[in-house]
């Protein structure tokens, strides 16, 4: 069975049934970052940013294997994504789960080596913590703060909590303060109450944020919702938090919040994105402890899927 492929294309499920095999995402073969392709898929299995229910930091093992099931071609846009990219596995970036200061480090120094090498990357937290090391280093290597399209049942632009700054309910407050992100060039996608209170919307209202609570997904059309959607030209980012599925799609979560999306509707707005250049994405907040049926698992496979194919589309 080949680890290593020159063709960068998934293990075949007809050479090879599909619950066997080693566990790589997309059974695509592993590679070294200096390696010729296109995208890297890797995790980040760190959550010692939670404020809630643990157990991110198995979301890479969970993936890998429910990707398993994983397919390549897009019917929608009659796209065969591992035609247009060549993917492969680089595995995990190394953290210290008990410290946050060091894993930031070992997060921006592992994103600034792919991009060394001009290459896309979709990762696997992790807590939402994780995006803002990633983040540092996308704003290092193009120069100017990135458009940024962020899924998400809660804002993330919350106050410190227990002296602590960087915990998963701040980064986006941090990618703002901190140049990565363009405010103007934002949105968040999914956002419901309740908040812990009003002036919670202070931040986003200041920075006129683009906020799509899932009100105003649902006072309209799927088809009538995604006309408003914004294009992005520019280097673009999209930091998908799995909790902006409502917990019946999406029950292995560490904050879950009722009232959300389905996976459809997500499917439906990731199709719609028009983005020149969409250079990384992250899938967060997946906490396989609390995914008793794999559901959870499967949506973030399904997101990295639609992920790999606007990356495909972009390129
Ligand atoms: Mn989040
Ligand atoms: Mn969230």
Redesign the pocket.
Same mark, same amino acid.
């Given at each position: 069975m080949p680890l290593m492929n020159e063709e960068y294309k998934p293990l075949s499920g007809r050479e090879f049934p599909r619950f066997s095999g080693i566990k790589t995402f997309f059974r695509l073969p592993i590679a070294d970052v200096t390696d010729k392709f296109d995208v890297a898929l890797f995790g980040i299995p760190y959550d010692g940013g939670v404020s809630y229910r643990p157990g991110a930091r198995f979301a890479p093992s969970l993936v890998r294997e429910v990707s398993s099931l994983g397919r390549g071609f897009h019917m929608t846009r009659a796209l065969s994504v591992f035609d247009k990219l060549k993917a492969a596995d680089v595995g995990d970036c190394s953290v210290v789960p008990i410290d946050q200061t060091q894993t930031y480090e070992k997060i921006e120094k592992f994103v600034t080596k792919i991009l060394s090498t001009d290459k896309k990357f979709i990762s696997v937290g992790g807590d !939402?913590s994780t995006t803002l090391p990633v983040l540092r280093a996308l704003k290092k290597k193009y120069g100017v703060p990135l458009n940024f399209i962020h899924f998400?049942a !809660?804002l %993330?632009t919350y106050p410190a909590a227990w002296g602590c700054e960087y915990h !998963?309910g701040a980064f986006a407050r941090h990618a703002v303060e901190e140049g990565l992100v363009n405010p103007a060039q934002m949105l968040q996608i999914g956002i419901r109450g309740p908040l812990a209170a009003g002036s919670d919307l202070d931040f986003v209202n200041k920075h006129k944020i683009t906020v799509k609570t899932v009100d105003d997904i649902r006072n309209t059309t799927i088809s009538d919702f995604v006309k408003t959607l914004p294009s992005f030209k520019g280097p673009t980012y999209i930091s998908y %938090?799995i %909790?902006c599925l409502d917990p019946a799609f999406a029950p292995g979560t560490g904050t879950p919040v009722p009232g959300g999306l389905t996976t459809y509707e997500v499917q439906r707005i990731m199709r719609a994105f028009k983005i020149e250049n969409l250079v990384g994405a992250d899938i967060?907040?997946l906490s396989p402890p609390y995914d008793s049926s794999q559901i959870t698992g499967l949506a973030a496979v399904d997101a990295m899927f639609e992920l790999l194919c606007l990356m495909g589309e972009s390129k």
């Open positions: !939402h998400d !809660h %993330d !998963h %938090d %909790d967060v907040e």
